[in-house]
C-alpha cells in the first residue's frame, strides 16, 4: 500500500529531521508511530502527502511515486489519503453534516461545493458514517457546540468520506481524557480494518499505541530504531527510543493482554451520550 524509501527532509535551517527512513506499509495495517519530540514524527506523516517536500528518497502509495507527481497529479492522489491532523480541525460555524461532506471537495466540482450542493450519494455516505460514530444526534449541531471527543470523531468521519486507502493522523488523543483517547483509538482501529486502510498514527501514549497498534515503529533523531510487535516493546527498546528512564509502569505487560478493562463496545447509543 505505502513504501517509504530512503526518505529524507533537510528543513532549511538545516537540521536533518529524517535521515533516509524505509517502511512500507500493507494495506489493513494500523502503525503506530512513537518517538520523542523532535523525533521527526510529524514531519516523516507530512512528506507522506507533501504537505511538507521531502529532499531525498521516495513515497510510494499503491505504487504510484508521490514524490514525481504534477501538482494536479498530487491533488488527485491526496483524494486517497485521509488526514486527521490538529491543523485541520473543524470549520466552527458549519453543522457536523457540512463538516464531513467538506472531505468531499476534492471530487466535488468547486462551484457545487461553493453552493454546498452535493449529491445524495455523499449525503447517504455522511449520514452512515456519523451513525457508524456514535454521531447520529449531532448532525445538525455546529461544530463550536463539541466535545473535543465528538469532535475528533467528526474528523474522522471527514476523512473517510473521502474514501481513502491511507490515513495519516497526528496525535489524535493529544486533547482527550483517558477514556475517550481509547474510544478514539478502538474506533480508527475498527474502521481500518472493516475498510481495509492502512494508518499511520503519530502518538505519544506509548501505552495506547501498544494496546491498539498492529505495529509499532519507534523514531529518533529521524531514524527508525524500533520496528516491531506491540509485544517486543519493554524497556530495553524504549530506552533506546526515547533514552534512560524508568519504564516498568509505563509498557503494557503480556499478562494484562486480553483481560479488559472496563472499555465498553463501541456501542454508538452509548458512544453519543458520554460524548
Ligand atoms: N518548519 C521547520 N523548519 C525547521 N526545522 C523544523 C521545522 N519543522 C520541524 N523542524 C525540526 O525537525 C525536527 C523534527 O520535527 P517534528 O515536528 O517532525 O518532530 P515530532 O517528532 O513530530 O515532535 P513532537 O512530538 O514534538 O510533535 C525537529 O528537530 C524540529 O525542530
Ligand atoms: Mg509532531
Request: hydrophobic letters at 40%; proline letters at 4%.
Amino acid at each position: 500500500m505505502l513504501a517509504l524509501e530512503g526518505l529524507e527532509k533537510r528543513y532549511r535551517t538545516g537540521d536533518l529531521a529524517l535521515k533516509g527512513v524505509s517502511l512500507e506499509v500493507p494495506a489493513g495495517q494500523v502503525m503506530a508511530l512513537i518517538g520523542p519530540s523532535g523525533a521527526g514524527k510529524s514531519t516523516l506523516i507530512r512528506c507522506v502527502n507533501r504537505l511538507i517536500e521531502p529532499t531525498g528518497g521516495r513515497v510510494l502509495l499503491k505504487g504510484q511515486d508521490m514524490t514525481a507527481l504534477s501538482a494536479r497529479g498530487l491533488r488527485r492522489a491526496r483524494r486517497r489519503i485521509g488526514m486527521i491532523f490538529q491543523e485541520y480541525a473543524l470549520i466552527e460555524r458549519l453543522t457536523v453534516m457540512e463538516n464531513v461532506l467538506s472531505g468531499r471537495l476534492g471530487y466535488v466540482g468547486f462551484w457545487s461545493s461553493w453552493f454546498r450542493r452535493f449529491p445524495q450519494a455523499d449525503i447517504d455516505a455522511a449520514f452512515g458514517l456519523l451513525d457508524r460514530v456514535g454521531l447520529t444526534p449531532f448532525v445538525d449541531k455546529r461544530a463550536d457546540a463539541l466535545s473535543g471527543g465528538q469532535r475528533q470523531r467528526v474528523g474522522i468521519c471527514r476523512a473517510l468520506i473521502q474514501n481513502p486507502d491511507l490515513l495519516l493522523i497526528d496525535e489524535p488523543t493529544a486533547s482527550l481524557d483517558p477514556k475517550t483517547s481509547r474510544q478514539i483509538m478502538r474506533l480508527i482501529v475498527e474502521l481500518c480494518t472493516e475498510r481495509g486502510l492502512a494508518a499511520i498514527i503519530n502518538i505519544h501514549d506509548v501505552a495506547l499505541a501498544q494496546q491498539f497498534a498492529q505495529r509499532i515503529v519507534g523514531l529518533r533523531l529521524g531514524e527508525v530504531v524500533f520496528d516491531g510487535p506491540p509485544s517486543r516493546l519493554d524497556a530495553g527498546v524504549l530506552t533506546e527510543i526515547y533514552g534512560e528512564e524508568d519504564w516498568s509502569q509505563t509498557v503494557r505487560h503480556a499478562s494484562e493482554e486480553g483481560g479488559e478493562d472496563d472499555d465498553e463496545a463501541l456501542d454508538p447509543a452509548r458512544l453519543a451520550a458520554n460524548a
